[in-house]
């Protein structure tokens, strides 16, 4: 089992930043990929940024050049910094985590709001 609680969503204009981080507790060692999704009301969930073990990244076409995912060594926290954030990236913002053993995690999501 991986638990995972995300944090640092809220309210910002358009053109702030946020930081979202995602706590992550449990069978850390099984985990060979994160990610952060997204879900605006309205919309299907849909994947924003993703880790993987080697560090390798890949984002949404939409956020690129913007949004940033990153991870420390020991997969306790998983962090995506978005900059220069639009009315459109407004969604609940969750983190997942991908396992060797085929199974995936999320956490309860955290609400972006991007509005002046």
């Known amino acids: 089992q991986v638990q995972l609680v995300e944090s640092g969503g809220g309210l910002v204009p358009p053109g702030g930043s946020l930081r979202l981080s995602c706590a992550i507790s449990?069978?850390?060692?099984?985990?060979?990929?994160m990610g952060w999704y997204r879900q605006a009301p309205g919309k299907q969930r849909e994947l924003v940024a993703l880790?993987?073990?080697?560090?390798?990244?890949n984002y949404a076409d939409s956020v690129k050049g913007r949004f940033t995912i990153s991870r420390d060594n020991a997969w306790n926290f998983v962090y995506l910094q978005m900059n220069s954030l639009k009315s459109e990236d407004t969604a609940v913002y969750y983190c997942?985590?991908?396992?060797?053993?085929?199974?995936?995690?999320w956490g309860q999501g955290t609400q972006v709001t991007v509005s002046s």
């Open positions: 997942s985590a991908a396992t060797t053993t085929a199974s995936s995690y």
């Open positions: 880790i993987i073990s080697a560090g390798n990244t």
């Open positions: 449990g069978r850390i060692e099984s985990i060979y990929a």
